[in-house]
């Protein structure tokens, strides 16, 4: 297991955004008439929709037997590959970040299952012992939870308080790595945390296990709902709407993620606290890879490509290809601008943790969270200039 914050495995997995000029130029044509293209490119994004989707169930499902395979035998190397696993499995829903806040299936107000997916920040004390207090969280707690299933862990997740996350991606990921106490490496959870034949060990088991469980089962969820093959879905909605309502939503999620989400809560938030309990990933020091993947899934969404997780390559038509027909000037600016961003994002120190915090560090962090915070400005500008209007102020 690599420790070292500057070469941990996180470096590795990045979409290969920083590839931007390959990924424009070796885009093929994909032909539709100017009447016919507004529907193609509604088309063309459920299509992404429904393979990243797919790509990150996949990769959950890795997770799921990586950490059995951990829990059947807890060794070094057992853990190292499920923390491998995990941070794969983020990649792929990193990607997904841009397909939210428009009431979809992910963040429908009802049925939405986006915070027991990614809620953050975690406070630890929740689930977990932490410094200071060995006996702390729902696995300590044997007296109030006498057994830890799946129903207690979703009916806990943010019960109190938005920082009592119980499910998800950061759940395991604290559960894999715990606390980060280290200005050079990430949390350092020994294994002997999972070893069978002790009441609390076998808790903590449980725990990991069924919240791996619940994050298979949740994507599920959601790629079922983006399926073009299953009838009475949310997928056949929104290709069913007019395409002016779809592409205005499409729009709304890129918009939203970029000013508010991205620029906002993920970045400026740790930013002007200069505290890394803020940070998305802060147990396994993901959160530069995390923001990139973030960044990776609204160009997917623009230029309408998409690398897979088996490295084939999707390719519809999309809001490029629009704005290309509108106005070809705001076109090459939001090109200009991706890039961009693309590039302060990637000028972020490593860790994030640190570049929060070390004062010659900290610009780089601030240059980024002005250009993706003007890219969604631009996502207005595109609305405008394809005749319908998004609010990138609202979350």
Same mark, same amino acid.
């Given at each position: 297991?690599h420790n070292f914050k500057g070469s941990s495995l996180l470096l590795a997995v990045f979409v290969g955004i920083s590839?931007?000029?390959?990924?424009?130029?070796?885009?093929?044509?994909? *032909?539709?008439?100017?009447?016919?293209?507004?529907?193609?490119?509604?088309?063309?994004?459920?299509?992404?929709?429904?393979?990243?989707?797919?790509?990150?169930?996949?990769?959950?499902?890795?997770?799921?037997?990586?950490?059995?395979?951990?829990?059947?035998?807890?060794?070094?190397?057992?853990?190292?590959?499920?923390?491998?696993?995990?941070?794969?499995?983020? *990649?792929?829903?990193?990607?997904?970040?841009?397909?939210?806040?428009?009431?979809?299936?992910i963040d429908n107000g009802e049925t939405g299952v986006e915070g027991l997916l990614n809620a953050w920040p975690l406070?630890?004390?929740?689930?977990?012992?932490?410094?200071?207090?060995?006996?702390?969280?729902?696995?300590?707690?044997?007296?109030?939870?006498?057994?830890?299933? *799946?129903?207690?862990?979703?009916?806990?997740?943010?019960?109190?308080?938005?920082?009592?996350?119980?499910?998800?991606?950061?759940?395991?990921?604290?559960?894999?790595?715990?606390?980060?106490?280290?200005?050079?490496?990430?949390?350092?959870?020994?294994?002997?945390?999972?070893?069978?034949?002790?009441?609390?060990?076998?808790?903590?088991?449980?725990?990991?296990?069924?919240?791996?469980?619940?994050?298979?089962?949740?994507?599920?969820?959601?790629?079922?709902?983006?399926?073009?093959?299953?009838?009475?879905?949310?997928? *056949?909605?929104?290709?069913?709407?007019?395409?002016?309502?779809?592409?205005?939503?499409?729009?709304?999620?890129?918009?939203?993620?970029?000013?508010?989400?991205?620029?906002?809560?993920?970045?400026?938030?740790?930013?002007?606290?200069?505290?890394?309990?803020?940070?998305?990933?802060?147990?396994?020091?993901?959160?530069?890879?995390?923001?990139?993947?973030?960044?990776?899934?609204?160009?997917?969404?623009?230029?309408?490509?998409?690398?897979?997780?088996?490295?084939?390559?999707?390719?519809?038509?999309?809001?490029?290809?629009?704005?290309?027909?509108?106005?070809?000037?705001?076109?090459?600016?939001?090109?200009?601008?991706?890039?961009?961003?693309?590039?302060?994002?990637?000028?972020?120190?490593?860790?994030?943790?640190?570049?929060?915090?070390?004062?010659?560090?900290?610009?780089?962090?601030?240059?980024?969270?002005?250009?993706?915070?003007?890219?969604?400005?631009?996502?207005?500008?595109?609305?405008?200039?394809?005749?319908?209007?998004?609010?990138?102020?609202?979350?």
């Open positions: 297991m590839m931007l000029s390959l990924i424009i130029s070796c885009k093929s044509e994909v *032909k539709s008439n100017a009447n016919e293209l507004p529907q193609t490119v509604v088309e063309g994004y459920a299509a992404i929709v429904f393979a990243t989707y797919d790509d990150a169930l996949l990769t959950a499902k890795n997770l799921e037997s990586a950490v059995s395979e951990f829990l059947a035998s807890p060794t070094n190397e057992n853990l190292s590959s499920a923390k491998t696993a995990w941070i794969t499995a983020r *990649k792929y829903y990193g990607q997904t970040e841009v397909f939210r806040f428009y009431d979809g299936p406070d630890e004390v929740y689930v977990d012992y932490v410094d200071g207090a060995p006996n702390a969280g729902i696995i300590n707690n044997i007296t109030t939870y006498p057994e830890i299933t *799946k129903s207690l862990l979703v009916a806990m997740n943010e019960k109190g308080g938005e920082e009592n996350i119980s499910c998800g991606y950061h759940a395991i990921e604290f559960m894999l790595w715990g606390q980060d106490l280290s200005n050079t490496t990430a949390g350092t959870r020994p294994v002997a945390d999972f070893i069978t034949g002790n009441l609390i060990n076998d808790r903590r088991r449980t725990y990991l296990e069924l919240t791996a469980s619940l994050l298979v089962e949740h994507l599920q969820q959601l790629k079922d709902q983006w399926n073009p093959e299953i009838e009475n879905n949310y997928y *056949k909605t929104f290709v069913g709407l007019a395409p002016e309502i779809a592409i205005q939503k499409i729009l709304t999620g890129m918009g939203v993620l970029s000013k508010v989400e991205l620029a906002g809560e993920r970045m400026f938030t740790a930013y002007d606290n200069a505290n890394q309990e803020d940070e998305q990933s802060c147990f396994s020091d993901n959160t530069k890879a995390d923001l990139m993947n973030n960044i990776g899934g609204i160009m997917n969404v623009f230029f309408g490509m998409y690398v897979r997780y088996d490295k084939s390559n999707l390719q519809v038509n999309a809001i490029a290809d629009l704005l290309l027909l509108k106005d070809v000037t705001l076109y090459k600016q939001t090109e200009s601008l991706i890039r961009t961003c693309n590039n302060e994002f990637q000028n972020i120190y490593q860790p994030f943790d640190n570049a929060i915090v070390l004062a010659e560090k900290r610009p780089q962090v601030m240059q980024a969270i002005l250009s993706i915070q003007q890219l969604g400005d631009q996502m207005a500008l595109i609305a405008a200039a394809l005749g319908t209007s998004i609010n990138v102020n609202a979350n």
